[in-house]
């Protein structure tokens, strides 16, 4: 079976901090790992992924993340928060059916 | 422009009453999914179809139903056995192949409130 565990439901920055959200996985099967990043009343975006090859993935909006098998984990990073930054984000994980099991989401307040 | 587009963005009913929300794609992708999101609680999976006239049953599918007539639309029927229906709900549709295989674009969402 497979799960997501993101560290934190609300993590607040001031703009132009570092931001980090933290992601843990479980998987049985070598994980496909996905970032999104939900506006209010809004859908989800995908902000990046990793499937394979290089661990470290850079994403939209100057997001990267990477991919720590020996951890298990795939912690989002941006260098510097910006106002538009706030939003919710959601880790997820997918075997090659294609599912997606997500992560309960972090809050991402970013602070004047 | 492609994309998935769900509608009402916000719909009204009151207890005891069927609802279906819409969903509909023009990305030509194969597999379509429903999910449900609560607050704290991420998004959980009600219904999937990976190709027309098949769908399977996600992680919460009791009181929900679907069809999958067209490989554009798939709707989502709210009961009146479905609990606790007010939620946001939100579908996603994902190519069968290609690079972008693994990746689920997401409509809009609706927002339900049973009263």
């Known amino acids: 079976a497979q799960s997501v565990t993101q560290l934190g439901s609300h993590v607040s920055v001031s703009e132009g901090a570092l931001v980090l959200l933290r992601c843990n996985y479980s998987?049985?099967?070598?994980?496909?790992l996905f970032w999104y990043v939900q506006y209010p009343n809004q859908g989800l975006q995908l902000l990046l992924k990793?499937?394979?090859?290089?661990?470290l993935v850079k994403g939209i909006n100057g997001f990267e993340a990477e991919f720590k098998k020996s951890e298990t984990s795939f912690h989002l990073t941006k260098p510097s928060a910006h106002m538009s930054d706030a939003a919710e984000y959601f880790c997820a994980v997918t075997s090659n059916t294609g599912k997606l099991i997500f992560g309960q989401g972090t809050t991402l307040q970013v602070k004047p | 422009d492609g994309g998935i587009t769900q509608s009402p963005k916000y719909l009204f009913r009151k207890e005891g009453q069927n609802v279906t929300l819409s969903c509909e794609q023009n990305l030509n992708h194969d597999a379509m999914y429903w999910y449900r999101q609560d607050p704290g609680q991420g998004l959980r999976l009600i219904y999937y179809?990976?190709?027309?006239?098949?769908?399977q049953k996600g992680d919460i599918a009791e009181g929900y139903s679907v069809s999958r007539e067209k490989k554009e639309s798939f709707p989502l029927t709210v009961t009146s056995a479905q609990k606790n229906p007010t939620a946001f709900y939100l579908c996603a549709s994902k190519p069968a192949g290609g690079p972008r295989v693994n990746e689920q674009y997401f409509g809009p969402g609706t927002r339900l409130t049973v009263t």
């Open positions: 990793y499937t394979t090859g290089a661990t």
């Open positions: 179809s990976q190709i027309v006239n098949d769908f």
């Open positions: 998987s049985s099967v070598p994980p496909y």
